[in-house]
């Protein structure tokens, strides 16, 4: 089993930025592909991004796409979500997930983390 916590959630300006991280418990992080989804108020989840098992490729959202960065050091077992030019409606709750295989269906989510919230004023 993998436990995932992520942290670096907050509140910033739009235009500002902030780097979410997530943390992967036991020795299987390297055989997932993994990423991000979100929650915002009132809306259902959104697909944000992901990345393959070594890092070597990603995949972003159109929403994000020129903003966010994904990331990973498997060496530390950690997944990075860098988030650049954040607007208003980046506002959510940034959920880190390892995936089953390499697509953006939330159905394909094996191991959802807890949620960070990340809230952005205009």
């Known amino acids: 089993q993998v436990q995932l916590v992520e942290s670096g959630g907050g509140l910033v300006q739009a235009g500002g930025s902030l780097r979410l991280s997530c943390a992967a418990s036991g020795r299987t992080f390297r055989n997932y592909p993994m990423g991000w989804f979100r929650q915002a108020p009132g809306k259902e989840r959104e697909f944000v991004c992901r990345i393959t098992q070594s890092g070597s490729s990603s995949y972003y959202g159109d929403s994000v796409k020129g903003r966010f960065t994904v990331s990973r050091d498997n060496a530390k077992n950690t997944m990075y979500l860098q988030m650049t030019s954040l607007k208003p409606e980046d506002t959510a709750v940034y959920y880190c997930?390892?995936?089953?295989?390499?697509?953006?269906?939330?159905?394909?989510?094996?191991?959802w983390g807890q949620g960070t919230q990340v809230t952005v004023s205009s």
């Open positions: 997930v390892a995936l089953r295989l390499y697509n953006s269906r939330s159905e394909n989510v094996r191991y």
